[in-house]
């Protein structure tokens, strides 16, 4: 099983709509959570860390399930600059591990 | 807003050749990063530096490749005998512990011919 997993898309989605992208991990042991935003052959820019008891930032709401080892992020109202890939990343050792990222295009 | 920042922004090298990629981490930052994006693939941890030592590398980081913090504010990678498979983004990034979010550089694009 691969360490972190995201599901690729991409999430085609109209301007206004809310779109949920989930992460699911394998390593227990991991204490921080993040979703990163990464546009295209730039570099993953920190968009929020993930916490259990759930964060929101605007239209942003990330949430942490250890239970069942995944990791959400909710966008609602999307807007056009928006479109980027969103990578889930979790801290494990002295590193962060991500996933492959997740697709999402936003149109008008 | 601090920000980390990488030189140069495109390395052009051919094989065989050493290359060397600079970082300025922020100032009270403590940890320091490298990671690599190749071409359409996630991004990949290669070593973490800390109190002037590697406190973590990967598999990736084979004798090729080294990290040094020469003068207290550049963080560097260097490696010796680049390949063709060497080109991808590098990215520095670094953070004030090793639990808080890590902040990237731009990246250095390396291509190697």
């Known amino acids: 099983r691969k360490e972190v997993e995201q599901d690729p898309g991409p999430f085609n989605v109209p301007e206004g709509a809310t779109v949920a992208f989930n992460c699911t991990y394998s390593n227990s042991a991991s204490q921080s959570f993040f979703w990163y935003r990464q546009d295209c052959r730039k570099e993953p820019k920190l968009l929020m860390s993930v916490y259990s008891s759930g964060n929101e930032d605007g239209r942003f709401t990330a949430q942490l399930n250890r239970a069942s080892q995944y990791i959400s992020l909710l966008i609602r109202d999307s807007k056009l600059s928006d479109s980027a890939t969103y990578l889930c990343?979790?801290?494990?050792?002295?590193?962060?591990?991500f996933g492959a990222g997740t697709i999402l295009r936003v149109k008008s | 807003e601090p920000e980390v920042t990488q030189t140069p922004s495109h390395q052009v090298t051919q094989m065989g050749q050493e290359v060397i990629l600079r970082c300025v981490p922020i100032s009270n930052h403590l940890y320091f990063y490298w990671y690599r994006q190749i071409l359409g693939q996630k991004v990949e941890f290669l070593v973490s530096f800390y109190n002037n030592e590697i406190s973590e590398k990967s598999e990736i980081f084979d004798d090729q490749f080294s990290v040094e913090r020469p003068d207290g504010s550049n963080f560097t990678l260097k490696i010796r005998s680049t390949k063709l498979e060497d080109s991808a983004m590098y990215f520095c990034?670094?953070?004030?512990?090793?639990?808080?979010?890590?902040?990237f550089g731009d990246g250095t694009r390396l291509s190697i011919l």
């Open positions: 990034a670094s953070s004030w512990d090793g639990y808080q979010p890590q902040h």
């Open positions: 990343a979790m801290e494990y050792g002295n590193k962060l591990v």
